[in-house]
């Protein structure tokens, strides 16, 4: 299994559209923290930063809005909100870190993953999409716990489709991120082309033009 550095700095960050890589929510979400594989940054130093990664991620916006005033008049649940979102995701990270190496994914990854899931379980509501019925998650029913149980469910019903030797953790230097390779040789390498691939081209131009 891949193993990288735990301790992490925590550190504020915009997030942009060129921050959702991965091809898939639950991945975008363990990209949060970024350089996993020299100094770790995560990128969700307050739960403020979760709520504008979820609206980035396509999450609704009018139910992210009452989360925003929610935190602010309770900062103490909002924070515990984000410690356990924060544990949802790192256990996320052990799972398909492990699944991409094809190796056994770590049994206490998976009961933190299955506490989250029943948690999300415990507030699904059914709702009516163009006739057809899906378990989802309110900020009703979910409160400050909306985001982390609304990756919960996406997770485990990624995990239990994933193709896994599609399944790809960056090669690139002070990255490790996750990555779904949807090529047609299924060769990727890099989590953006436009990122750490150019950077592996110019490191590669460097050591053959030095004397």
């Known amino acids: 299994m891949i193993e990288y550095p ?32 020299t100094e770790p940054i995560d990128w969700l130093d307050a739960y403020a930063a979760l709520l504008s990664w979820a609206r980035l991620a396509g999450l609704p916006p009018a139910a992210l809005a009452g989360l925003a005033a929610e935190a602010q008049a309770h900062p103490r649940r909002a924070a515990r909100a984000l410690a356990d979102a924060k544990v949802l995701r790192e256990a996320l990270w052990e799972l398909l870190t492990a699944l991409s190496e094809e ?26 999409l163009d006739g057809r019925l899906e378990a989802t998650v309110t900020p009703e029913t979910s409160g400050l716990a909306y985001p982390e149980h609304y990756v919960a469910l996406r997770a485990v019903r990624l995990l239990e489709n994933l193709p896994s030797p599609r399944l790809r953790v960056c090669g690139g230097i002070h990255c490790g991120w996750l990555f779904l390779d949807t090529s047609k040789a299924g060769r990727r390498r890099w989590c953006d082309m436009a990122t750490c691939g150019n950077a592996a081209k110019t490191r590669r131009h460097r050591s053959v033009v030095q004397p």
């Open 6 to 37: 735990r301790i992490m700095q925590v550190r504020a960050h915009d997030f942009r559209p060129r921050d959702l890589v991965a091809g898939d929510l639950v991945l975008d979400f363990v990209n949060t923290v970024t350089a996993r594989d």
């Open 103 to 128: 190796d056994t994914p770590p049994p206490g990854a998976l009961v933190r993953l299955t506490e989250s899931w029943r948690a999300a379980a415990a507030a699904v509501v059914l709702t009516d």
